[in-house]
């Protein structure tokens, strides 16, 4: 089977009724994947979680939490579309999700709330969420309509979680069962989203994390004693995982120097929501192996 080629990652702002979003219109259109970065325009929630808090973890009502998700699936066309949301450990587990029974979605979802930063999605009906105030929202998209949502915290981006769901997808859809011949060659056809996240110059570290930054992805990556880019070391990684450079995107947005449109734990002295990454594909996934 041919796949056909993406067009080139281009994140883009919309306007959903009350939310604001960044997302790819073209890769919709073409794979079926919706990417949608949120803001925190919007939803229901009270300071100091003003907006469209999308997490349960930081101390809002619970309720509002509930009705800001539902109200993003509303205003993206799939109210009631079943929504994997995992207990984010800073770390690197990554949870497949293979099929959308009732049956495989409550296993994903105890798995889930043990604890992952990333779900790989071979099926269409689930939609993936991953929450986030500084750290890099990862999203990699194929042409098949599978796709991975990953939380990259500067922990995550050390132990490369963004290139470990590259090569977990591409596994997915490579040899006899999937539409690659190899997963070298599905690694490069996929786009890659990075979403608003704490950017180098707001981003002050230790200097072991500058140094571990610097051996494992290059001075580059750390360009003085006291900060990382987390995009770059991201960008490097993700080349070596048989991603194409031309295929990153990044949305360019700092969530520290934007507390008013993004959350940022670092802005708001540790107190407050988080945006979200999500992901869902509506159609059918084009062999991929369950």
Same mark, same amino acid.
């Given at each position: 089977?041919?796949?056909?080629?993406?067009?080139l990652?281009?994140?883009e702002?919309?306007q959903? #009724?009350?939310?604001h979003?960044l997302?790819?219109?073209?890769?919709?259109?073409?794979s079926? @994947?919706?990417?949608?970065f949120?803001g925190?325009? #919007?939803?229901?929630?009270?300071?100091?979680?003003? #907006?469209?808090?999308?997490?349960?973890?930081?101390?809002?009502? !619970?309720?509002?939490v509930?009705?800001?998700? *539902?109200?993003?699936?509303? /205003?993206? &066309?799939?109210?009631?579309?079943?929504?994997?949301? !995992?207990?984010?450990?800073?770390g690197?587990?990554?949870?497949?999700v293979?099929r959308?029974?009732?049956?495989?979605?409550?296993? @994903?979802?105890?798995?889930a709330?043990r604890?992952?930063?990333?779900?790989? @999605?071979?099926?269409?009906g689930?939609?993936?969420?991953?929450?986030?105030?500084?750290?890099?929202?990862?999203v990699?998209?194929?042409?098949?309509?599978?796709?991975?949502?990953v939380?990259?915290?500067?922990?995550?981006?050390?132990?490369?979680?963004a290139?470990?769901?590259?090569?977990?997808?591409a596994?997915?859809e490579?040899?006899?069962e999937?539409?690659?011949?190899?997963?070298? /060659?599905?690694?490069?056809?996929?786009?890659?989203?990075?979403g !608003?996240?704490?950017?180098?110059?707001c981003?002050?570290? &230790?200097?072991?994390?500058?140094?571990?930054?610097?051996?494992?992805?290059?001075?580059?990556?750390?360009?003085?004693?006291?900060?990382?880019?987390l995009?770059?070391?991201?960008?490097?990684?993700?080349?070596?995982?048989?991603?194409?450079?031309?295929?990153i995107?990044? *949305? #360019? @947005?700092?969530?520290?120097?934007?507390p008013?449109?993004f959350?940022?734990?670092r802005?708001?002295?540790?107190?407050?929501?988080?945006?979200?990454?999500?992901?869902?594909?509506?159609?059918?996934?084009?062999?991929?192996?369950?």
């Amino acid at each position: 089977m041919k796949v056909s080629q993406l067009p080139l990652p281009r994140l883009e702002a919309r306007q959903l #009724g009350p939310l604001h979003i960044l997302t790819d219109d073209a890769l919709a259109r073409t794979s079926g @994947v919706r990417v949608a970065f949120t803001g925190r325009a #919007g939803g229901v929630s009270e300071a100091p979680y003003a #907006g469209l808090n999308l997490a349960t973890h930081v101390g809002d009502d !619970p309720a509002a939490v509930m009705r800001n998700r *539902a109200l993003l699936l509303e /205003e993206l &066309g799939v109210p009631g579309l079943p929504l994997i949301v !995992p207990n984010q450990v800073h770390g690197d587990e990554l949870v497949c999700v293979p099929r959308a029974d009732a049956a495989t979605l409550a296993d @994903v979802r105890e798995k889930a709330a043990r604890g992952a930063d990333g779900l790989v @999605v071979t099926t269409s009906g689930v939609a993936a969420l991953l929450c986030f105030a500084d750290c890099v929202p990862v999203v990699i998209a194929s042409p098949t309509g599978a796709f991975a949502v990953v939380h990259a915290g500067w922990r995550g981006v050390a132990a490369s979680i963004a290139p470990k769901a590259v090569r977990a997808l591409a596994a997915r859809e490579s040899g006899a069962e999937g539409p690659f011949g190899t997963p070298e /060659e599905a690694a490069a056809a996929y786009n890659v989203y990075l979403g !608003p996240h704490i950017h180098v110059e707001c981003f002050e570290t &230790g200097e072991d994390v500058r140094v571990l930054f610097a051996e494992k992805m290059g001075e580059e990556c750390a360009p003085d004693a006291r900060h990382v880019s987390l995009a770059r070391a991201l960008a490097v990684d993700l080349v070596r995982a048989g991603a194409d450079a031309a295929r990153i995107a990044d *949305a #360019g @947005v700092c969530t520290a120097c934007c507390p008013d449109e993004f959350y940022s734990y670092r802005a708001e002295g540790g107190m407050c929501g988080r945006h979200g990454a999500l992901a869902f594909f509506a159609g059918a996934i084009k062999q991929v192996r369950s």
